[in-house]
């Protein structure tokens, strides 16, 4: 059995880091108790990317805007990222962070609540990151399914909460059991979905990786 904690020490031993500027940003914002996608997940995100070669990309949780840099990075030309948020705070850090990085011209920032934006947006988007609120990402997820393109790749962080997801909902604290349950609907859903094909992997904090298809299920014998 491989010891999670020894595992992802190892693998985050052999990130090379993603250039000063972004390497500023994660320091930064962890200090600050900002959320950043953790390095194995950047690795991860930036691979999925490279694979399927998104034009169109749509993240939910902008924060500082280290994980919308770190995906242009490994966009392909002509490729453009639309990414949501809703505290303002952050919002005008990230805006300075994508003007130190100079990609104005390939990153749209939606300021504001993502329920409302993405009843406004149309798609289709090639890959959607969703690592914002846990709370609301079954709420979101029949609008999301709407907006990504047949063979499109819904990525979705922070699904195993810690290890909480994995503990009954009274091993939980009281605060966090509404959340837990949410979770827990949200990867079944996934999971059991005609139209995804989703794989839940131990990854940072816990990564699904979903796969829109044209098939549904078949669960009729013969």
Not at 146 to 162: C, F, K, R, T, Y
């Amino acid at each position: 059995m491989i010891d999670a904690s020894r595992a992802a020490a190892y693998i985050r031993s052999l990130d090379p880091g993603h250039g000063e500027l972004c390497d500023r940003i994660e320091k930064e914002a962890r200090a600050a108790w900002i959320p950043v996608i953790r390095p194995e997940t950047a690795a991860f995100l930036q691979t999925m990317i490279t694979i399927r070669a998104p034009m169109q990309i749509l993240e939910v949780g902008t924060a500082v805007g280290y994980s919308a840099i770190l995906m242009t990075q490994v966009m392909p030309q002509g490729a453009h990222l639309t990414t949501i948020e809703v505290e303002p705070e952050r919002i005008a850090v990230a805006k300075e962070n994508f003007r130190l990085a100079g990609v104005g011209d390939r990153v749209r920032l939606l300021a504001g609540d993502a329920s409302s934006w993405l009843k406004e947006l149309t798609g289709p988007y090639d890959l959607v990151f969703m690592d914002a609120a846990k709370g609301q990402y079954l709420r979101w997820l029949a609008r999301i399914l709407d907006l990504l393109a047949p063979g499109g790749v819904l990525i979705s962080d922070n699904v195993l909460m810690d290890g909480d997801i994995l503990e009954s909902r009274f091993a939980v604290e009281r605060r966090n059991r509404t959340i837990h349950a949410h979770m827990r609907k949200y990867l079944y859903t996934l999971t059991h979905t005609d139209v995804l094909r989703t794989s839940v992997i131990p990854l940072g904090d816990g990564v699904a990786l979903s796969v829109k298809t044209d098939n549904r299920r078949n669960h009729e014998k013969g």
